[in-house]
């Protein structure tokens, strides 16, 4: 069993709802228990989110550094690593060398990963869900490089009609979120092979 550290930094339960639907897709494949229950009120995962904001924030370009909101995250909570967490954020996110991004997953030094997203740039719940279920897709070995139906950009990425595939474009992502709705599963044949601990 698989312990996810779910820090929700939102102030609206309909986002951890959303994630919420992320987890049981997953759990088709893997057992997982969660530290927080999506869609619920967290108080201290919400504080603890706020404050690595505000320390990440940059205010020239009115956005949330991911990379420094990390090593915050890490540097304030060491026994988190090793360990796998995934935190959710209002803010705008941005890394270096992209002008914004929608969420990543990092590992650490001590084989733990940790999985940032933002829900600044998405519209509705199911793209919300299809994010964070391709960014645990990425937490758990799904599409690995140099697979023969994958393209490596930004990481690896499934080719197949799959919630591996990625697209760089808001309108992209909530146009292969509505293909997938219907399908029972979200992973690919191949990806499902690959999702691991």
Not at 10 to 15: E, L, M
Not at 99 to 105: D, E, K
Not at 131 to 152: C, D, I, L, P, W
Not at 166 to 187: H, M, S, T, W, Y
């Amino acid at each position: 069993m698989t312990l996810i550290n779910f820090f929700d930094g939102t102030r609206d339960p309909k986002y951890g709802r959303a994630i919420l639907k992320s987890f049981q897709e997953i759990e088709k494949y893997l057992p997982l228990t969660v530290s927080a229950i999506p869609g619920q009120t967290d108080i201290p995962g919400y504080n603890l989110v706020k404050g690595l904001e505000s320390r990440a924030y940059n205010p020239r370009r009115n956005q949330v550094h991911l990379k420094s909101l990390l090593n915050q995250l890490l540097s304030r909570n060491q026994n988190l690593e090793g360990q796998k967490s995934f935190i959710l954020t209002e803010a705008d996110l941005y890394d270096t060398n992209l002008n914004w991004c929608l969420g990543a997953v990092y590992g650490d030094r001590k084989g733990g990963s940790q999985l940032i997203m933002s829900i600044n740039r998405i519209n509705n719940a199911r793209t919300l869900a299809h994010v964070a279920t391709h960014e645990f897709g990425h937490m758990f070995g799904a599409a690995s490089q140099g697979r023969r139906n994958t393209v490596s950009n930004l990481g690896s990425h499934c080719t197949n009609l799959c919630v591996m595939q990625q697209k760089l474009f808001v309108p992209e992502i909530e146009a292969l979120a509505g293909r997938l709705v219907n399908k029972k599963d979200k992973f690919c044949y191949d990806c499902q092979t690959e999702l691991r601990y």
